[in-house]
């Protein structure tokens, strides 16, 4: 089955996207390579308990990981919603000629 203009669309954007994350991403580490020659370097700091903290990777991905539940569950509910009123909604004529 070929795409569609939503599908279509949706894909320019998110590519649209991409690409400006991309530059972004570039630029930061541009920064961060520049910032690193004029820092000084830090000393090492021991906070009791740090090494049970969960690392950013970890924090994000469990972020997204809730997101993406979330969404699903979301999903469900509407389709639910739909289906429950579905009885109320007017039926179009090629349904109605069925």
Not at 33 to 61: C, G, I, K, W, Y
């Amino acid at each position: 089955m070929g795409t569609t203009v939503r599908e279509e669309l949706q894909d320019e954007f998110l590519s649209t996207l991409r690409k400006g994350q991309d530059i972004a991403l570039d630029a930061l580490k541009t920064l961060v390579e520049s910032v690193q020659f004029v820092t000084p370097a830090m000393p090492a700091v021991r906070v009791p308990l740090a090494d049970r903290l969960p690392t950013a990777h970890e924090v994000v991905a469990g972020g997204y990981d809730f997101a993406e539940r979330l969404l699903a569950n979301q999903r469900q509910f509407a389709d639910e919603v739909i289906t429950a009123v579905s009885p109320l909604r007017p039926v179009r004529a090629e349904k109605a000629a069925e």
